[in-house]
């Protein structure tokens, strides 16, 4: 493997002056520089990011704590962090916690040992012990995704609740009263809960009384997405609109319905909560409300470099707006 010595023998600059060309904040001409990155590029040398935060005390790297690596929904945020931080020449860290909110300590001690200098983590709820801990760090913390009531630092995101509600509207404007909702488990995260009461106020400013048989409540993952459908079916109520508050579960829903001989929108309308991928080659497209997930990417990220360069944040939470796609399931 070629070695900093061998990169410096050949671009004919001082071992300290190529050290100096890796350093984003080095100050060095811009021509020196290429002309370093150019020659190490060639030989195949990379730089050792880990002696050099070691002798700084510093990373250049940010931590990204998602829900869960399961579900391609988070591909767009993630895609969209990276460009930023790639952007500046920053790194950056991945960790999970399963939708398991008492995972989150041990995410954040790993990212912490790489001495990351900001960590964007979901906001789905925190135990009250992880929010102690949360409130403690020494770095700064983003919570993306359904806008806290009470930030920690910052926020960037969106209304979870916003999202369930225009959900549901949708569903009674275009006539239906018998109205049911698969989402996630009320108690263990926020964007759950807040689904679930932006489709209950929607019930309740157009007096439909809403039904707690007509609401399942299911783990992250399809099979249970279809496991509550089946209990929907098997409750005895009849519904002719349903809401489901989960990218991961709507084409399975939706292609079970079918299979069943159930037709959309005439015997059951469907709008779900966030984008498909294959929403639009659905044998029925989907009616969603769209997740601003690759916009929370980009400005939390961004959030994340001006902080740690010092820059002043003008806005401590950034609200982004969701927003309904109409198409041919509702």
């Known amino acids: 493997m070629p070695t900093m010595d061998d990169v410096a023998r050949r671009s004919g600059f001082s071992q300290m002056t190529v050290s100096r060309a890796f350093l984003e904040s080095a100050s060095i001409r811009k021509e020196t520089r290429d002309r370093i990155l150019s020659v190490a590029a060639e030989m195949g040398y990379y730089h050792n990011k880990a002696a ?67 960590i964007l983590l979901p906001s789905i709820g925190h135990t009250p012990k992880t929010r102690k801990l949360l409130e403690s760090l020494p770095v700064p913390l983003i919570e993306v995704g359904n806008l806290p009531a009470s930030p920690i630092h910052f926020a960037v995101g969106h209304s979870d609740h916003e999202a369930g509600y225009l959900a549901t ?48 409540e299911v783990e992250h993952s399809i099979d249970d997405g279809l496991n509550g459908l089946e209990r929907l079916l098997a409750s005895g109520r009849q519904f002719d609109g349903l809401v489901v508050g989960g990218e991961i579960w709507t084409a399975a829903v939706i292609l079970r319905l079918l299979k069943l001989g159930r037709r959309i929108p005439d015997d059951v309308a469907v709008v779900g909560v966030g984008e498909v991928e294959l929403g639009q080659y659905l044998p029925v497209p989907l009616t969603y409300v769209a997740l601003p997930r690759r916009e929370a990417g980009k400005r939390s990220a961004e959030m994340a470099v001006a902080l740690t360069s010092g820059e002043d944040i003008d806005e401590a939470v950034v609200r982004l707006d969701v927003e309904l796609v109409v198409n041919e399931t509702a």
Do not use: K, W
Request: glycine share 6%.
């Open 52 to 118: 050099s935060s070691l002798a700084s005390q510093r990373s250049r790297a940010f931590g990204i704590i998602l829900p869960t690596l399961q579900d391609s929904i988070y591909l767009g945020f993630v895609d969209a962090a990276r460009l930023v931080f790639e952007s500046h020449r920053y790194d950056y860290i991945l960790q999970t916690i399963d939708y398991a909110r008492a995972r989150e300590p041990y995410a954040l001690g790993s990212l912490l040992s790489q001495r990351v200098q900001a």
């Open 169 to 216: 509207r949708r569903l009674i404007e275009i006539g239906r009263r018998r109205i049911a909702i698969i989402c996630g488990h009320v108690r263990t995260t926020s964007n759950a809960r807040d689904r679930l009461n932006g489709y209950r106020q929607a019930m309740q400013e157009a007096r439909l009384r809403p039904d707690d048989a007509l609401c399942a």
